[in-house]
C-alpha cells in the first residue's frame, strides 16, 4: 500500500466518523464564560455538512452570536451566563435523535432547558420522547400544528407561525392586493408543494380557507428534492393561476423561480412560503428571481435595534461566528436570533418563578407557557419588528400566527407588507384543537385542563 | 393537443439533462466494469471549482481550463490510490469503494470550497420560446445542443483517437486487450478524466439550472432509471433513456398525478425501469452478458 494510499484511506475513515452524530463536543463547546458561577446549558443540534448545510450555517450564527451577545454585554440572563455544545445532525433524523439522546442529560452539572430540533421531520420524531424527557421542543416557524394545543402537547412548541398560519396569512395578503376577503371569491391560488408531510401540511387549512372565502384551491405536488419541474409547471401554464403559493424546501425553490420564468409565469404572482422565503432560496435563480415574494416570521434585515447592538459588540469586533458576513441579517440568521429571544426569555420568565440559576425542562416549560413578549418588552430587548408580540398559554403553543411579506429586489429583501400580516386564527384554531384531540384519543393521553397547566412544574 | 406537444417537447429536453449524466456513468462502466457510485460528487465537485473560480473574477474561459484540470488530477488520483490497489477484486469492492469516494469527494468539496449555494449564469437565455403551438425553453434547448455535441465528441473519441480504440478494445475483451500491450492504469485515468470532463459539463448546466450546491449531487437519482432503460455500456443507449425517462415522467406527472392524487415522478421512472428490466434486463442498447457453463 502505498502512503498516499494510506493517507486516502485515513480521510475516508475521518469522514464516515464525521458522519456520525457528534461523538465528542465540538470545538464549539468551550466555556467562554470563567469557571465559577453557575452556568445554563444550551445544546444546539447543528447542520453545517450535508445538503442542507447552506441554510444551517447563517441560523447557528443568529443563535451563537446571540449568546455570545448576553454574555459578554449583559451577564448573560439575569447573571446566569450560557455555555453551549454542538451536535452535527446532517439534518437526518436520526442523527437528529440520537444528537437530543446524547445532550438531553445536560453537560457539567446544567440541565437542559430547551430543545431546539431544527427540523420538522426531526421534530415530530421527538414529540413523545421529550414528554418522557420533560423537555420542551421550540420549533419556531415549523413543526406540528396540532402542538398549538399544550393541553395534548405539553412540551411542543409550535412558537410564532405555524404551517396554517402561514397559508392564512398568505390567503390573506392576497385578499389585500385583490381588494379585500369579498373579492377573493373565483381568484384561482395553486399551491406548489413539497411532496411530503410538511408540503401537505397546508392541504387542511387551505381547503377550510377555499369553502369560507370562495377562491379556487389548486394543489400541485413536486417531488423531492424538486430539481425538474417543468411538468408541474407546464400545468400551472394551463390552469393559469392568479397566485401561486409556493411551498418549497431546499433545491425546490430556485428550480420553480427559474422554471416559472422560463413559462412565462409572472414572479411577483408567486409567494414563497417560510422555508422558501431566505436569501439562500432565490440568490441561484438570477435576475429572474426580481419581484418574487415570500412570507415569514423572520424578516431580514440589519436595522433593528438588536441587530445594532449585536453588530456593534460581536461582529465588528471579529467575534461572530459568521464566516461571511454577508449573511449578517438575513432571514436565516434572524430566525437563529429571533428563536434565541424567544428562547432566552422563557428562560428569564421561569428565573422570576424558580430563581436565578441554570433552568431544567420543565421549569423552563413553564416559563414558555407563561412568556409575554408584548411591544414594551420587543422594545427592551431592541426587537420590535422583528419579533411579533406573543402570548404564549397551555391553550397556545403559537402565540403570534402572523408573518411579513418579503419581495426580493435582485439583492436584497425589501418588507412590502404593512406590517404583520394575521392569520385567521379564530376559524382555524377550533379545527386544530379537534385534531389535536383526536391525537389524544389516538394515543390515550388526557389532555391537561387549563387549570393543571398552571399548576405544573410548582 | 398542443399542451401534449408542450408536455412531451419538454419532458423530451429535460431527459437530456438527465442523460448527461448518465454518460459519465457509461463511460467509467464501458472501460472497467464499475458502476461508479461517485459520478454524482464528480458533477457538484466539477460546478463548485467552476463557481468558485469565477466568483473571484477568474475569466470564464480560464475557470473552465483550470476546473477541467483540477478533474483530470482527480482522475488520476483515484486511478493510483483507488483503483490500482483494487485491481482484480470482485466488481462489488470496486462499486463499495466508489461509494467511500463520494462522500470524500462531498466532503473534501465542502470543506475546501463551502456549504453555501452559488448562482451560476452561463450567459444563456432562460426565456420562454414560442415553436408554433408550443413553447419551450432557450436554456433546455441549448442544453439538448450541448449534449448532441458532447455526444458526437465522445464519438469521434472512441472512433478516431488512439486511447478511444484501447477503450473499446478492454470493454470488449479486456484479457485480450491486456495481452497485447494496452496499459490499464494509463486507460483507466484517461477515462476518469474523460468522465471529469462529462461531469463538468453536466455541473455546468445543472448548477444554472438550480443553482450550485449540496443537491447537484441528487441528480444521479434520475441517471438511475436512464442507465436502467438504455443499458449501462451505450452512450446512444444513455441518450435515449433519457428521452424515454424525461417524456414519461412528464406526461405521467400531468395525466396520471392528479388521478393518484400527488406526484408520481418520484416512482414512476424507476417503475419503467424495472418493467424495461423484466422484458430486456441488458437495457435497450447495453450489451448481453452470454456466459459459458
Known sequence: MTRLSRALRAVALATSLAGLPALAPSASAADETGAQAPKQYFPLATFRVGAYASSGIPSWAGIIDYLRYLNEVEGGINGVKLFWDECETEWAVEKGVECYERQKGGREGSPVPVFLPHGDPVSKALTE??????????????????????????????????????????VNYIAEQVGGKDKLKGVKIATVYHDSPYGKETQVPLDLLAKTYGFENIQIAVPHPGNDQSAQWARIRQIKPDWVFLRGWGVMTPVAIKTAAKTGF?????????????????????????????????????????????????????????????????????????????????????????????????????????????????????????????????????????GKVLQWDGAKWTIVSNGWVKSDRELLLPVIYERAAAYAKEKGITPRSDDTAEASAQ | MSFFLETLAGGLLAGVMYALVAIGFVLIYKASGVFNFAQGAMVLCAALTFVTLTERDVPFWLAGLITLAVMVTLAVAVERVVLRPLVNRSQITLFMATLGLSYVIEGASQVLMGASVHELDLGISDLPVEIGPIQLSSFDLVAALAAGALVIALALFFERTRIGVSLRAVADDPQAALSIGIRLPVLWAAVWAVAGFVALVAGLLWGARQGVQFSLTFVVLKALPVLIIGGFTSITGAIVGGLIVGAADALAEIYLGPLLGGSVSTWFAYALAVAFLLVRPAGLFGERAIERV
Open chain 1, 129 to 170: 420522547k421529550s414528554v418522557a424527557d420533560k423537555i420542551p421542543l421550540l420549533t419556531t416557524g415549523y413543526g406540528r400544528t396540532e402542538a398549538i394545543d399544550g393541553r395534548v402537547f405539553p412540551y411542543s412548541f409550535t412558537v410564532l407561525f405555524s404551517f396554517w398560519s402561514e397559508a392564512s396569512s398568505v
Open chain 1, 266 to 402: 409572472p414572479v411577483d404572482r408567486i409567494i414563497g412560503g417560510i422555508w422558501s422565503g431566505s436569501e439562500e432560496d432565490v440568490r441561484p435563480a438570477g435576475s429572474v428571481g426580481k419581484g418574487y415574494l415570500a412570507i415569514t416570521p423572520f424578516p431580514a434585515g440589519q436595522d433593528f435595534e438588536i441587530t445594532k447592538k449585536i453588530k456593534a459588540a460581536i461582529v465588528d469586533q471579529g467575534k461572530s461566528d459568521l464566516k461571511d458576513l454577508k449573511s449578517f441579517g438575513s432571514v436565516y440568521y434572524n430566525s437563529g436570533l429571533i428563536e434565541t429571544i424567544i428562547a432566552v426569555e422563557a428562560i428569564r420568565t421561569a428565573q422570576a418563578r424558580f430563581g436565578k440559576r441554570p433552568l431544567n425542562g420543565e421549569e423552563t416549560q413553564w416559563g414558555l407557557e407563561h412568556l409575554v413578549l408584548d411591544e414594551a418588552r420587543l422594545k427592551q430587548i431592541g426587537a420590535d419588528g422583528l419579533v411579533q408580540p406573543l402570548r404564549l398559554s397551555a391553550k397556545d403553543h403559537e402565540g403570534g400566527g402572523a
